[in-house]
């Protein structure tokens, strides 16, 4: 019923930035708080940065100064301003949102399927 999609992943030395972006489609009534999350080999997923639907913004102490977490309530769609990457940032990006899909009274979590970030030295 709802698809996330990410995109702008890739290969970047250390130092470099990219964009990620998450746009959600479907049967979406509204969007609740929106996050990054991302996991690296033989590591657990975890929290990048979250975003309520007002703005308000939380990061990983990782992160803090680098990246930018933002979105566009008008489209739908997430996205994660990412500067200063370091080979530590490599890992595959997931997009999460808490969806209240139309005709449902409880809103879910869904997930992107990812896209990988690799940061060389």
């Known amino acids: 019923q709802v698809q996330l999609v990410e995109s702008g992943g890739g290969l970047v030395q250390a130092g470099g930035s990219l964009r990620l972006s998450c746009a959600c489609s479907g049967r979406i009534f509204s969007i609740g708080t929106m996050g990054w999350y991302r996991q690296a080999p033989g590591k657990q997923r975890e929290l990048v940065a979250t975003?309520?639907?007002?703005?308000?913004?939380n990061y990983a102490d990782s992160v803090k100064g680098r990246f930018t977490i933002s979105r566009d309530n008008g489209k739908n769609t997430m996205y994660l301003q990412m500067n200063s990457l370091k080979p530590e940032d490599t890992a595959v990006y997931y997009c999460?949102?808490?969806?209240?899909?139309?005709?449902?009274?409880?809103?879910?979590?869904?997930w992107g399927q990812g896209t990988q970030v690799t940061v060389s030295s």
């Open positions: 999460n949102a808490h969806v209240l899909v139309v005709g449902s009274y409880l809103a879910t979590d869904y």
């Open positions: 975003i309520t639907s007002g703005g308000s913004t």
